[in-house]
């Protein structure tokens, strides 16, 4: 007897042995499960794209709580109702599908289990005998390696819906266009079915046959509980929907980028709020839709507080050819115009060279060689820094940038790891990098942009959260940061209508590259900071188009439908609003200059009035009417701009006549000899 046992236990033991043996020699293929379609998804974990695997097919990764748990309960009462209590095989349903074979003399019904259908779909084989003992082989073999959530996961994962779309989540999206956790009854009854024969029930192929098989499902799962009758029946009578819907397209580019950056990552979960991404593609497409043939545009959005990207709209028309729509707009490097302007403010601040009140020459100079001109062909005078900011005057940013030095300049921004193209390599900057003349991205310069509104703290922009670390490095002093978001925010803005965007703060700066072939604006208010461009793609010159006149509304119209935050008071505010300079920044003289710093303090508009809502009002032959914009005190010559745009330079009239077009909200500016500033922010109403 004592032998007997020994020999039982022996036998027991060497064939438990030999199953180890074979496991660890013969272990599952997992290489299907493991070659997933990647992903890049939103900050809500909604899919903003998907790319095929690497066999092309569509063929996303699927865990439990990702699928609605009726599906769930369906799966199982209808394809493996012992699935939680059997060990791969289920040894009555073999009893039963041999019976039945038995007295029908055919096949009546299958044995198999979701493992085993588990090892079907990771080792797909001919449909013999054969294959089905290595099937249930390999059932055994992945019940003793995984738990039944591993097992049921790879199912949701592989299992085929017809063509080249495997698994649940990728079904329900190609399908339904929705998460497999939004399912009805009978979208989760029919998605039970179509594995069965996927090519013959797919529903955007063959909506009768898919109809019949979600009907037998819905019988079967009646007929065990799963669904009442009632249910059942509602689910039968739902139509079937013969469409096959395309997969999420949103920040295409920024999902591309993504994807090659982070080679070995299935899914990369990105900061992108789908709202806003929707929201500044759709207002850069329109935006394009306006312009000349050709011309492209881009935006992107910024959290200020975490350099987060939210809005990454690289290109308008990702397919259209003509526009080079599958170029990031937003990394191209370009020319900045005169957006740099700003920083070349912020560091005379920061060194102590100017103060916002230091008044600057702007006249015609030469600088060695080089010799700038405004933009309009005109000279100011002596004018403060402040307004010279405001009205991106080129002459006073040149002549900083040569008391800093271009070199040092640009150190500054490389120190921070920004680095502006020289036209040569291996040239030396010269002063013209004041006025736009190195290339710059889009990007970089948002970047620079959030340094100011984070108070002179920048940060490199994060796209993707926990794949890259993002470090605060100082960038300028706060008080000077301070002082240029001040001039920035009374910038007059652009001509239009604006909703949200109207009350609130925002300090922008508009960028307009030589010849006409690069327009941007660059804006931030206490929490995002927003940059535009547009252009053609070849560089091609786009005559009249400025930053202000073409940028600068796109800008304004984002902000508009960005959440407006409670704007917290920065300590440093009131540096940069007090308007008593240093004595020894009263002015920046070069040899032999002798400024007139005497100038009314009085200095205003009288019409219109500061606040005033005027009835706009067109004469009998329907043209536009004339309004006078009169100045009260100040010194003659006096300049006028309406929402940042040249009214009259050089007028000696006290009234410089106005034909506003159409309604809106309009900022006037008036700049006298001395640089005094008169604003006047109205109205027009057609009502």
Not at 86 to 108: E, K, M, S
Not at 241 to 268: C, D, M, S, Y
Not at 418 to 436: D, I, M
Not at 597 to 619: E, K, Y
Request: with cysteine.
């Amino acid at each position: 007897m004592i032998r007997h046992f020994l020999a039982i236990g022996g036998f027991v033991a060497s064939l438990s042995a030999s199953l180890f043996f074979l496991d660890a020699l013969y272990p599952p293929d997992l290489h299907r499960y493991e070659d997933l379609s990647r992903t890049v998804v939103a900050a809500d974990e909604t899919i903003l794209r998907v790319f095929a695997s690497a066999d092309e097919t569509w063929r996303l990764p699927t865990r439990l709580e990702d699928v609605d748990r009726r599906y769930i309960a369906f799966l199982i009462a209808y394809e493996d109702k012992r699935f939680w209590t059997h060990y791969g095989v289920d040894p009555l349903a073999i009893a039963r599908a041999f019976g039945q074979w038995a007295g029908a003399g055919r096949i009546v019904s299958g044995a198999s289990t979701i493992t085993m259908q588990v090892a079907r779909l990771l080792e797909p084989r001919p449909r013999t005998l054969l294959s089905k003992s290595i099937e249930m082989a390999r059932a055994v073999q992945l019940e003793m390696r995984l738990s039944k959530q591993d097992i049921l996961s790879i199912y949701l994962t592989l299992a085929p819906f017809g063509g080249n779309i495997e698994g649940v989540r990728t079904a329900s999206l190609a399908y339904f266009n929705k998460p497999p956790r939004q399912l009805t009854i009978a979208e989760a009854a029919l998605l039970v079915a179509l594995p069965q024969s996927p090519s013959i029930y797919r529903p955007d192929r063959h909506q009768d046959s898919a109809k019949m098989a979600r009907a037998k499902v819905l019988e079967r799962l009646q007929s065990t509980g799963a669904v009442s009758p009632r249910k059942a029946e509602e689910a039968e009578d739902t139509p079937i929907e013969a469409k096959r819907h395309r997969f999420p397209f949103l920040a295409p580019h920024l999902a591309r980028r993504l994807l090659a950056e982070n080679p070995g990552a299935v899914t990369i979960r990105t900061h992108i709020v789908p709202d806003f991404q929707a929201s500044a593609a759709d207002i850069v497409g329109e935006a394009v839709r306006r312009a000349d043939p050709g011309v492209n545009a881009a935006a992107i959005i910024v959290e200020n507080k975490t350099a987060n990207v939210l809005a990454y709209a690289a290109s308008s028309g990702f397919f259209d050819a003509s526009r080079s729509g599958q170029v990031d707009y937003i990394r191209a490097i370009r020319s900045p115009g005169s957006a740099l302007k700003p920083f070349i403010y912020a560091m005379a601040f920061d060194e102590g060279i100017a103060h916002p009140e230091t008044f600057l020459a702007d006249r015609e100079k030469r600088f060695g060689g080089y010799r700038p001109v405004n933009f309009d062909g005109l000279s100011h005078g002596w004018i403060t820094a402040r307004h010279a900011l405001q009205a991106s005057l080129n002459v006073p940013a040149v002549m900083l940038l040569n008391e800093l030095g271009p070199r040092r300049f640009l150190s500054r921004l490389h120190d921070v790891g920004v680095h502006p193209k020289l036209g040569n390599v291996g040239s030396s900057p010269g002063l013209a990098v004041a006025l736009g003349g190195v290339g710059v991205s889009l990007e970089q310069l948002v970047a620079m942009y959030s340094a100011l509104a984070r108070g002179g703290v920048f940060k490199d922009l994060s796209f993707s959260k926990g794949l890259n670390t993002v470090e605060a490095v100082p960038f300028y002093d706060q008080r000077a940061t301070a002082a240029v978001a001040d001039i920035l925010k009374e910038t007059p803005r652009p001509q239009g209508r604006y909703g949200g965007a109207a009350n609130r703060k925002i300090a922008f700066k508009t960028g307009t590259s030589s010849g006409y072939r690069d327009v941007l604006a660059l804006g931030f208010d206490d929490t995002y900071t927003v940059g535009v461009w547009m252009g053609h793609p070849n560089a091609k010159p786009m005559p009249g188009k400025t930053g202000g006149g073409s940028a600068a509304p796109i800008l304004f119209r984002i902000f508009d439908f960005l959440p407006v935050q409670t704007r917290r008071k920065p300590a440093l505010e009131a540096y940069a609003v007090q308007k008593k300079v240093p004595k020894n920044l009263k002015a920046l003289l070069t040899v032999g200059e002798k400024p007139d710093f005497s100038s009314s303090t009085l200095f205003s508009i009288s019409f219109p009035v500061d606040g005033s809502n005027i009835p706009l009002w067109q004469r009998c032959s329907g043209s536009a009417a004339v309004y006078p914009i009169k100045m009260r005190d100040g010194k003659r010559p006096f300049s006028v701009f309406v929402n940042g745009k040249p009214i009259r330079f050089g007028s000696l009239a006290r009234s410089v006549a106005w034909s506003p077009e159409e309604p809106g909200f309009y900022s006037i500016l008036a700049i006298d000899r001395a640089g005094n500033v008169a604003a006047s922010n109205v109205e027009l109403s057609d009502r």
